[in-house]
């Protein structure tokens, strides 16, 4: 391998200083699309008070974290992120202040640790999910049906998966409010996803 060890991106007003190995969209235009797409989402979510509490699993360099405070400043945003690497980058992009909490730990984990529903900082308002190709699986799913107070976003990169995950919230009694398919891939079969529901508590 020649070269430096990280690459630059950016998005909105925020830089990330990357590991060459990390995680990132692959179409040069899908970071600044997505998180048009989870910042609309956010800021259109029924009720969202100034202060919401919000989780972003499986949040990587904490892209979405970014979107959620450009719609939301005031937002207490819990990053769940695995790899320590992508936690550092979310760090430095963001700045992080006493209103962002990163957590080094598997999404799985976090539920256990928080029984599913509130952490330290109470019931999560709004939850932003990224999870890889095979989906949150139901368990988690299923915990985040009975432990979120107003919307959940997922961005799903497997239509299956995304239609598996978003099942469980439908039978949990959730609407979907919003789906859109992503490109991310032209001229490929392969489509992404972004699926917007809303809990049956604020209908």
């Given at each position: ?14 830089t ?20 048009d ?8 979510t ?7 509490v919000?989780w ?24 769940v ?48 999910l ?30 299956a998966s995304?239609a ?15 789906l ?16 917007v529901?809303?809990?049956?508590r604020?209908?």
């Amino acid at each position: 391998m020649a070269g430096p060890p990280t690459v630059s991106r950016r998005v909105g007003e925020n830089t990330w200083r990357l590991p060459v190995d990390a995680f990132w969209q692959s179409h040069r235009s899908a970071a600044a699309h997505y998180s048009d797409l989870v910042r609309r989402a956010v800021a259109g979510t029924p009720g969202l008070s100034g202060s919401p509490v919000v989780w972003d699993l499986y949040g990587g360099a904490g892209l979405f974290s970014a979107a959620v405070l450009e719609a939301a400043p005031r937002a207490q945003v819990t990053i769940v992120e695995s790899s320590r690497a992508s936690l550092d980058a979310a760090g430095t992009a963001l700045d992080l202040g006493p209103g962002v909490v990163p957590v080094g730990a598997r999404v799985e984990t976090f539920l256990d640790r928080t029984g599913g529903g509130p952490d330290r900082n109470g019931e999560p308002d709004l939850v932003i999910l990224d999870p890889p190709r095979g989906g949150a699986g139901i368990d988690v799913m299923t915990a985040l049906a009975g432990g979120t107070a107003s919307r959940i976003i997922h961005v799903g990169c497997d239509p299956a998966s995304l239609a598996r995950d978003v099942g469980v919230l439908v039978a949990a009694g959730w609407t979907l409010a919003d789906l859109q398919g992503v490109a991310a891939f032209p001229a490929t079969h392969h489509v992404e996803g972004l699926a917007v529901l809303d809990s049956p508590r604020v209908l």
